[in-house]
């Protein structure tokens, strides 16, 4: 069980794609109308931060250096400069598709959190400044993501912020306090060596949780799918040109504000990955159809990018940074 927990991690992309083309055979075939997309949601996104947030050593947010400067800014990008490069994309690319539309803006508006820190260590980037971001980022989601959303989104489709806020405190807050109080527990019982063996297996478990949404997320719109095949092109493109702006303006900002390779990495990645387990988690239980079926097909197309990023891209960024 171990191995195919790591197998399924290192492969997530491979997975996640098998997935979206099963999900899409099984929503031609049956009925899955009457499916309670709403409660498989919940159920999967607490799948998909539980562990995560269980294997997250909150303390360790004190410990790590003041750099308020590439917080700020990490930040800064994560949230408002995505939401922009997202709402132009809005109304350029998604204009005549209101639910993809929505899609998109979810995606800036909800930014990376936890994944940040495993994204940093694969960067070998500074792995301590990551994780002050990402628990600051992450509870920041329930108080700026409903007013982006609702102010950029509200014009596309009807959006009630205080619903938005609810969801999304009950998404973060409660995996979060559950996990601080499981890993406690762990520690007291087994000792930190017994913890630290285990939690390497806890993004693995998450993983698990994103497979089933995008399964059912993506069934039962998947005659939507097929009947308009020109949305694959349209979503891959305009996630593309997402990725691709936010990298650009991020490395910009990272040479202009003198940072190194270490910080500047976290900037990059902190603007360009957005959060794959909430905000598909807010568009299945919220809004449905097509805009849970962009956020589907997201991860899959993130998880390439990134490693692109990292691995094709991570010498030149370092080269420039300095």
């Given at each position: 069980m171990k191995k195919i927990l790591l197998v399924l991690r290192k492969r997530l992309y491979v997975f996640v794609a098998i997935d979206f083309i099963i999900a899409l055979i099984v929503g031609l075939n049956f009925d899955m109308s009457n499916v309670n997309i709403k409660a498989i949601s919940m159920i999967a996104v607490f799948l998909m931060l539980y562990p995560m947030l269980t294997g997250l050593v909150v303390e360790k947010v004190k410990k790590a250096g003041r750099n308020y400067k590439l917080i700020s800014l990490t930040l800064f990008f994560?949230?408002?400069?995505?939401?922009?490069?997202?709402?132009?994309?809005s109304r350029t690319?998604?204009?005549?598709?209101?639910e993809l539309a929505l899609g998109i803006i979810l995606v800036g508006a909800i930014p990376c959190s936890n994944m940040l820190i495993g994204w940093t260590g694969i960067?070998?980037?500074?792995?301590?400044?990551?994780?002050?971001?990402?628990?600051?980022?992450?509870?920041?989601?329930?108080i700026i993501s409903p007013i982006i959303i609702t102010y950029l989104?509200?014009?596309?489709?009807?959006?009630?912020?205080?619903?938005?806020?609810?969801?999304?405190?009950?998404?973060?807050?409660?995996?979060?306090?559950?996990?601080?109080?499981?890993?406690?527990?762990?520690?007291?019982?087994?000792?930190?060596?017994?913890f630290m063996d285990v939690k390497q297996y806890f993004p693995n478990i998450s993983a698990l949780g994103i497979l089933i949404i995008i399964f059912f997320s993506v069934a039962k719109v998947a005659h939507e799918v097929i009947d308009n095949?020109?949305?694959?092109?349209?979503?891959?493109?305009?996630?593309?040109?997402?990725?691709?702006?936010?990298?650009?303006?991020?490395?910009?900002?990272?040479?202009?504000?003198?940072?190194?390779?270490?910080?500047?990495?976290?900037?990059?990645?902190?603007?360009?990955?957005?959060?794959?387990?909430?905000?598909?988690?807010?568009?299945?239980s919220m809004f449905g159809g097509m805009t849970v079926f962009a956020l589907s097909f997201k991860p899959i197309l993130q998880v390439l990018y990134i490693m692109f990023l990292i691995y094709a891209m991570g010498p030149k960024i370092k080269k420039f940074l300095g």
């Amino acid at each position: 069980m171990k191995k195919i927990l790591l197998v399924l991690r290192k492969r997530l992309y491979v997975f996640v794609a098998i997935d979206f083309i099963i999900a899409l055979i099984v929503g031609l075939n049956f009925d899955m109308s009457n499916v309670n997309i709403k409660a498989i949601s919940m159920i999967a996104v607490f799948l998909m931060l539980y562990p995560m947030l269980t294997g997250l050593v909150v303390e360790k947010v004190k410990k790590a250096g003041r750099n308020y400067k590439l917080i700020s800014l990490t930040l800064f990008f994560a949230f408002f400069m995505a939401s922009g490069v997202a709402f132009i994309l809005s109304r350029t690319v998604f204009a005549s598709m209101p639910e993809l539309a929505l899609g998109i803006i979810l995606v800036g508006a909800i930014p990376c959190s936890n994944m940040l820190i495993g994204w940093t260590g694969i960067a070998e980037a500074s792995v301590e400044d990551a994780l002050v971001v990402a628990v600051i980022g992450l509870l920041l989601i329930p108080i700026i993501s409903p007013i982006i959303i609702t102010y950029l989104g509200g014009a596309i489709i009807e959006v009630h912020p205080a619903d938005l806020f609810k969801k999304l405190a009950i998404f973060i807050f409660a995996p979060m306090v559950l996990g601080y109080y499981t890993r406690k527990a762990i520690i007291k019982k087994k000792g930190m060596p017994y913890f630290m063996d285990v939690k390497q297996y806890f993004p693995n478990i998450s993983a698990l949780g994103i497979l089933i949404i995008i399964f059912f997320s993506v069934a039962k719109v998947a005659h939507e799918v097929i009947d308009n095949p020109i949305v694959f092109l349209q979503v891959a493109g305009g996630l593309s040109i997402y990725y691709v702006v936010q990298t650009v303006l991020a490395v910009v900002a990272a040479k202009f504000f003198k940072l190194n390779y270490s910080q500047g990495m976290i900037l990059i990645l902190g603007a360009t990955a957005s959060s794959q387990a909430i905000s598909l988690a807010i568009a299945a239980s919220m809004f449905g159809g097509m805009t849970v079926f962009a956020l589907s097909f997201k991860p899959i197309l993130q998880v390439l990018y990134i490693m692109f990023l990292i691995y094709a891209m991570g010498p030149k960024i370092k080269k420039f940074l300095g």
